[in-house]
């Protein structure tokens, strides 16, 4: 089932919800919590799945290659948030597929948008290389590190999100962090056969 259908299986449900919620037979104060609390995981759900939708659509800067994308999301980073970001790349004629490329900038942006709201960085440096059949891109900071907190509030820096992302390209994610800044470290295949990305559910 494609995003957009079970979008709208989630509105449907919750048009239905609403309605019943509506009737004045049903106006009672338990009976209409327990509707309310069932319209309230559909819009959750709903705006989970429209999330997903709008994350998973191919930005048209990757028109430009996937070098020179992730070079202009630096760039632009850059300006809007006044934090010196430089990117580095070991092949400026790197060629990526429409989806591992896709994959790679949603997750550099999620990357860069935790540093501003978490990381109280003043510096970021993009690297992104090959190496033998592995594709690398490093984004690293100079700023407070992750805090040695439970997992369920690590995961409000959206790292659940962007693990998931790299493992649907059959890749690794992994984290160094310490008081002198975090490292975020993404490793996917890298001149592999195109149906080895394919071994996953419809995302579209």
């Not at 709903?46 to 070079?71: F, H, M, Q, W, Y």
């Not at 948030?81 to 490329?101: Q, R, Y």
């Not at 550099?108 to 109280?120: G, S």
């Not at 690794?172 to 993404?186: K, M, P, Q, R, Y």
């Amino acid at each position: 089932m494609s995003w957009a259908s079970i979008c709208w299986h989630y509105l449907l449900a919750l048009r239905i919800e609403v309605s019943l919620l509506k009737d004045e037979s049903n106006n009672v104060a338990a009976w209409r919590e327990g509707r309310v609390d069932k319209i309230l995981k559909h819009v959750d759900s709903t705006v989970k799945s429209v999330r997903t939708i709008i994350n998973n659509l191919r930005p048209a800067v990757l028109d430009l290659g996937l070098v020179p994308s992730l070079e202009w999301q630096a760039r632009d980073f850059e300006r809007r948030n006044g934090i010196w970001c430089e990117f580095h790349t070991t092949d400026e004629n790197l060629s990526l597929d429409d989806e591992p490329s896709t994959v790679l900038f949603r997750v550099l942006q999620e990357t860069l948008t935790n540093v501003v709201r978490h990381a109280k960085a003043t510096h970021v440096r993009i690297d992104l290389s090959t190496e033998a059949n592995r594709l690398v891109l490093r984004v690293s900071d100079n700023g407070v590190g992750l805090p040695k907190v439970r997992n369920r509030k690590v995961k409000s820096f959206g790292l659940a999100g962007i693990r998931e992302r790299i493992s649907m390209l059959h890749g690794e994610f992994s984290i160094e962090s310490s008081d002198a800044g975090t490292t975020l470290i993404f490793v996917i295949p890298y001149g592999q056969p195109q149906d080895l990305f394919d071994d996953h559910p419809e995302m579209a």
